[in-house]
């Protein structure tokens, strides 16, 4: 079945940057949409970033010019480097996995934390 590991949350300063990634541990789709929502506190889930098979991405408004997302499609990974981590990115960071044809999957979360 469909695991969706997740690693590279933990608590940074502003201004510093932090690594996610995330990999399917279980059977290997071909065509997909993978990548990662957040929640912050008090608020809803919203789109940072997602890519496919062909490394088409889409990005979030929140994550436009400051994180990157990666993609590792032999083995439906992937990977968002954030920089210029501020305050109002603390959240819990998700990753998700929609094969096509299929439902969708999420990751059971990793905590940002943004602090000085």
């Known amino acids: 079945q469909v695991q969706l590991v997740e690693s590279g949350g933990g608590s940074v300063q502003p201004g510093g940057s932090l690594s996610l990634s995330c990999t399917n541990s279980g059977p290997f789709f071909h065509k997909f949409t993978m990548g990662w929502y957040r929640q912050p506190p008090g608020k809803q889930r919203e789109l940072l970033a997602t890519?496919?098979?062909?490394?088409?991405?889409v990005y979030g408004d929140s994550a436009k010019g400051r994180f990157t997302i990666t993609g590792a499609t032999r083995r439906n990974a992937a990977a968002l480097q954030m920089t210029g981590l501020i305050e109002d990115d603390t959240a819990v960071y998700y990753c998700?996995?929609?094969?096509?044809?299929?439902?969708?999957?999420w990751g059971r979360g990793t905590q940002v934390t943004v602090s000085s």
């Open positions: 890519i496919t098979q062909s490394n088409e991405t």
């Open positions: 998700y996995l929609h094969p096509l044809g299929f439902r969708e999957y």
